[in-house]
Nanobody, 111 residues
Framework: QVQLVESGGGLVQAGGSLRLSCATSRSISNFNAMGWYRQAPGKQRELVAG???????NYPDSVKGRFTISRDNAKNTLYLQMNSLKPEDTAVYYC?????WGRGTQVTVSS
């Protein structure tokens, strides 16, 4: 089974940026569906960025224009660039590829 290791979370002020990384143990070009999700305390896990094998992306309105998902096939790594962060973006962010979850990385945005 593929192993996923997320990194890049941390504490940032509102308006700041962070880039999350998700290193995979297998060739990322072979995965059919990839995405980043987040879960805030007391809330359900939600998709914040998705990418298909062909590179099509999708975002919910809450992050559209601020978050960008990308991948580096040579490094077998999935990224999430987050700009103009808001306090409501505070959550644990999870990487998911073909239904396999990473352990998550905490993102905290202070006001």
């Amino acid at each position: 089974q593929v192993q996923l290791v997320e990194s890049g979370g941390g504490l940032v002020q509102a308006g700041g940026s962070l880039r999350l990384s998700c290193a995979t143990s297998r060739s990322i070009s072979n995965f059919n569906a990839m995405g980043w999700y987040r879960q805030a305390p007391g809330k359900q896990r939600e998709l914040v960025a998705g990418m298909s094998r062909g590179g099509n992306t999708n975002y919910p309105d809450s992050v559209k224009g601020r978050f960008t998902i990308s991948r580096d096939n040579a490094k077998n790594t999935l990224y999430l660039q987050m700009n103009s962060l808001k306090p409501e973006d505070t959550a644990v962010y999870y990487c998911n590829v073909d239904l396999v979850w990473g352990r998550g990385t905490q993102v905290t945005v202070s006001s």
